[in-house]
């Protein structure tokens, strides 16, 4: 079968590239007979053009890359087709389709959703105030979409409040999303992850979150769940049907 590159964008922080590698064995555990390849845009390895490179050198004639990306941002509209670019004109014989990035995607949501809840949130307590935190973009597009995620997670709920913030890029940092939330009424703090893995952005989301409320309920990040998994081979599927998928909107 044509091999799933899933590519990630890799960090320093070494629970990240083991937290993608543990979801590529769920996704493995569904579908046995698909040959599923991890790779990295940058900081951990093996990095996408080295893995090309692998799948063209054990004799593959097709694959496809999928963006383990949850919206599309820099490293979606960029550094995942230069890659394939680059590894396409050392191997014109390869022919690389390209998915589309996990978001949006009703299996993210309910994704985050879950961790919430798990992580002790009450969709019923109305002095809750919940921040559902991402990296943050300077693509806005990418950030709308986390925005759009808290909108509809105070729809269902009678939270004080539901607010993104951003660890890097965007507003509202964390300091101005409790500030936010406190003027609605929130009295205790939860914050929920829009991310697929732990690292270093996250962790930052934490201590300010820890540093500027009293005890906050911490949602752990999305890749666990088993509706991620389900998502990549959707995604995996869908690029079969097409030559190739664009990333750009």
């Known amino acids: 079968m044509t091999p799933l590159i899933a590519v990630a964008h890799g960090s320093r922080d070494p629970r990240s590239a083991a937290t993608i590698h543990g979801l590529l064995d769920v996704v493995r555990a569904l579908r046995p007979e698909l040959d599923v390849r991890a790779a990295f845009l940058d900081l951990s390895e093996p990095l996408l053009g080295d893995v090309l490179d692998a799948v063209r050198d054990d ?16 490293h979606a509209r960029v550094d995942v087709p230069a890659a394939v670019t680059d590894a396409q004109r050392r191997h014109p014989d390869l022919r690389v389709r390209v998915g589309d990035v996990l978001g949006p995607d009703p299996r993210l949501d309910e994704a985050a959703w879950r961790r919430l809840l798990e992580a002790g949130a009450d969709p019923s307590d109305p002095d809750l105030g919940v921040l559902l935190a991402g990296a943050g973009s300077s693509h806005a597009p990418a950030n709308r979409l986390v925005d759009e995620v808290a909108a509809r997670w105070q729809s269902r709920t009678s939270w004080a409040g539901a607010v993104a913030t951003f660890a890097a890029a965007a507003s509202p940092d964390v300091p101005a999303a409790l500030e936010l939330l406190r003027d609605r009424g929130a009295r205790r703090i939860a914050v929920g992850s829009w991310f697929l893995a732990p690292g270093l952005l996250p962790d930052r989301i934490i201590e300010l979150a820890r540093g500027n409320a009293d005890s906050p309920l911490i949602a752990g990040p999305m890749a666990n769940d088993p509706g991620v998994a389900d998502l990549i081979l959707h995604r995996y599927e869908l690029a079969m049907t097409q030559d190739r998928l664009p990333i750009a909107v």
């Open 59 to 74: 004799g593959h004639r097709d694959a496809v890359v999928l963006p383990l990306l949850l919206g599309r941002a820099f």
